[in-house]
């Protein structure tokens, strides 16, 4: 599942960080602490490797 804004892709890239133990999961915030919990890692890489260039900078 792509990320439909760049907010979206930003928090999951964190989650997916904390998944893989790259960071510490006490460092979320937001929208990241919920995805870090609620979807896998497979997820997580979709939507964090979604393509920049044409999504708008938050959902409306």
């Not at 006490?26 to 870090?36: D, F, I, P, W, Y």
């Not at 939507?47 to 708008?56: E, F, G, I, N, Q």
Request: proline share 3%.
């Amino acid at each position: 599942m792509p990320a439909t804004s760049k907010a979206q892709q930003k928090a999951a890239g964190a989650a997916l960080a904390a998944k893989r133990g790259e960071m510490k999961k006490s460092e979320l915030k937001g929208a990241s602490k919920q995805m870090v919990e609620s979807m896998s890692e497979k997820e997580l890489d979709e939507m964090a490797s979604t393509k920049r260039k044409k999504l708008p900078n938050k959902k409306s």
